[in-house]
């Protein structure tokens, strides 16, 4: 039996529209498309440049890929040995099947503190389970410290990167949602990020200094000694994970590595992928409580949510090796031109497409397979190899065999083309007939077919075909290899 | 609990089937680097990488370490915090109110000083990276967070060339933080900004060995 998806009405994991129809929403706002132009060619330069120095990238990704699909084999042993070295540490840990839950077991612990506002480390687990509105339902005030996520949730605007939640806005637009929404702040703000970071520095460091509870999510979680890692950049981490009391951490089953000699190949690929550095400015590293210095009361969350419907998907199961370092979403020519809110879940981009699908069920995010040209830069770029585009068209499959008997137009081309193909004369009179589409074209281009061909004409144009195929200038000037 | 703890690990054994062996872990890259640690070029390679993130990188010797110090924090310092087992030597010379660490002072106190120094557990050369371990002479992970200038003393063999090396000699269940460079974010365009939470100044103080040939 097949373990449950994530479920339906709760989280950040899909909001019901369609990729094409979001996409062209995204298209019309040249203002979006020229902030995620430039954002992402910075990004993709930096991380160009910072990889080529390391003369043994490419054996570090075999290794990750490898370290991450040597955890997933052994998920049971390790998350055993990891809940063990938690909790002989002084932690307590908690299993959550679903995002309900996990939220549930959080705000429980929240409230059982007394505790009536928790600050957060930007966590992408904690999205996708939607624990902000739970606990808000709950009279709890969640504070987002990481700047992206604070312009986020000040703007009252959604996230459209894994990395860099607010990549959709520019400067002067940051400046406009921090006049308006921060209180107490400088009216003459001026829209230099260093000007707008310290702005973000005054408002949040009382309510560092206050807070009695946090929560964070994990990059990596080591079995082998119960120790959790955050990588970040800000210091916002650092005050979450040492200054508070509390210390709640949500993690995602499949973010187990076995050993502590594994960070050696994933803090270097992580950094260098996700913002282009060779490393990046604070990681923090513990192992339950340490006396006297941080929180006193650690509890960290085991989340499932779909994860374990992913892994029985034999094919799919590869992208729950995901690092999260949004290299993919940088490098994507689709991601570029419609940003991250499109896919329409907390996880956009080409990894997006391909996670999401696979934790709800293909058939609440049936568009997503598709919202990629399979040009296969998100695989070059991927730090653990993850073949997102052979997974791409693994789920489109599963999404035509999900789409039951009535098959859709595109499937009875593919179905009639591979009939043609197996058959030379099959194909050969196929051309023939398709030589029958000149009469339509103007110019060499094809503009609009007739139904039901038109669902592909009206949004791209077609090369006319050719006067003569391949096959008859072969077979015209090659008489003697004629087979 | 218990319940949700079973169902999950059934759901994975289930999703998993059976009889599938984990595959091997192939480490072909580079896990010791070419240089014994506190090398001449890892010791410049790490003034290199420091730089680039704009912090400050000062060179001195052991006799000259407490000078040293003292001109990193400059003037505009009034509140130094130590760790408890810090060399007091080093900070001989610093001319600033003086404030030891313990775990009774609050977030609000260490907040209300204006840098810290400490040792660290361990340098990586490439990337530019001071690993602290919450040792005695390192304090707890508040004490280098809150003050806005944080310097590090560095001995010239703590200095290793990767990360692998690195990771080799750290005790993973001892808290620990790795710092490259100052606090910084990309957020606002993916342009990297340095100064947001943590320090915006961080300074690493590289303590040579004293060349036996040469007087001081």
Known sequence: MTPPTAPAGVGGLSNGMSFP???RLALGDTQLRRNLRAATGTIRAKRASVVAEVEDWEELREAGRQIKASAMNRLPELLEQLEREVASRGGVVHWARDATEASGIVTELVTATGARSVVKVKSMATQEIGLNEALEAAGIAPYETDLAELIVQLGHDFPSHILVPAIHRNRSEIRDIFLREMPGVDPHLTDEPHVLAE????????RF???TVAISGANFGVAETGTLVVVESEGNGRMCLTLPETLITVMGIEKVVPTWGD?????????????????????SMWTGVTAGDGPQAFHLVLLDNGRTATLADEVGREVLHCIRCSACLNVCPVYERTGGHAYGSVYPGPIGAV?????????????????????????EVCPVKIDIPRVLVHLRARHVEASGPVPSPEAVVMGATAWAMREPRRWGLLQRITRLGRLLSRGGWIRRLPPPLSAWTSSRDLTA???????????ENHPQDDR | MRAAREE???????????????PEIPRAYRRRGVHEPGAPTLLDLLEERTLDYRAGFVRATPASLPDAVAAVLGEGVARVVIPPELDRGWVSKVDAELVVDDPSLTPATLDTTDAVVTACALAIAETGTLVLDGSADQGRRAVTLLPDLHVCVVGAGQVVGTVPEAVARLDPRRAMTFISGPSATSDIELNRVEGVHGPRRVVVILVLPVDPDQPE
């Open chain 1, 199 to 206: 702005a973000a520095r005054l408002h949040l460091r009382r």
């Open chain 2, 8 to 22: 999950v690990l059934g759901r994975i054994r289930s999703a998993l089937g059976s009889g599938s062996v984990p």
């Open chain 1, 465 to 475: 075909p050719p006067r003569h195929t391949f096959r008859e200038w072969w077979a």
């Open chain 1, 355 to 379: 996670l999401t699908p696979q934790l709800t069920g293909i058939e609440r995010s049936p568009s997503l397979p598709f919202a990629s040209t399979l040009c296969g830069a998100c695989y």
């Open chain 1, 21 to 23: 129809d979001a996409a």
């Open chain 1, 209 to 211: 200094l206050e807070a």
């Open chain 1, 263 to 283: 960070m050696e190949v994933f803090l270097q690929l992580l950094p260098r992928s996700s913002t282009g550095e060779r490393m990046n400015p604070y990681t």
